[in-house]
Nanobody, 126 residues
Framework: QVQLVESGGGSVQAGGSLRLSCAASGYTWSNIWMGWFRQAPGKEREGVAALTTGGGDPVYADSVQGRLTISQDNAKNTLYLQMNTLKPEDTAMYYC???????????????????WGQGTQVTVSS
């Protein structure tokens, strides 16, 4: 059974940094899409960054380009999101996601992913 467990969230001041981790287990697929999404209260879940585990250029939302970096450690089956120059509008619950099947709506569409972690809260104060 696929499990995605996020960690690393917390509270920081604007301009600060955080590093989120997603420990993945329970699957043997290779070259799959994995990504980070976020959801603020009252808003829809939005894609932040995604990559294919087999390599290739990652994809970022325009709102985080240049500030957030997605990466992976295949040996540890762990996905990371380095978050720099954080802004109050980055405040949200952050989710790790994995795609194994289903309709493809693009790498930053939540509907493209079928496995989700429980989320980790990021709060940025001004």
């Amino acid at each position: 059974q696929v499990q995605l467990v996020e960690s690393g969230g917390g509270s920081v001041q604007a301009g600060g940094s955080l590093r989120l981790s997603c420990a993945a287990s329970g699957y043997t697929w290779s070259n799959i899409w994995m990504g980070w999404f976020r959801q603020a209260p009252g808003k829809e879940r939005e894609g932040v960054a995604a990559l294919t585990t087999g390599g290739g250029d990652p994809v970022y939302a325009d709102s985080v380009q240049g500030r957030l970096t997605i990466s992976q450690d295949n040996a540890k089956n762990t996905l990371y999101l380095q978050m720099n120059t954080l802004k109050p509008e980055d405040t949200a619950m952050y989710y790790c996601a994995l795609r194994s099947r289903g309709r493809w709506n693009g790498p930053l569409a939540a509907t493209s992913f079928n496995y989700w972690g429980q989320g980790t809260q990021v709060t940025v104060s001004s």
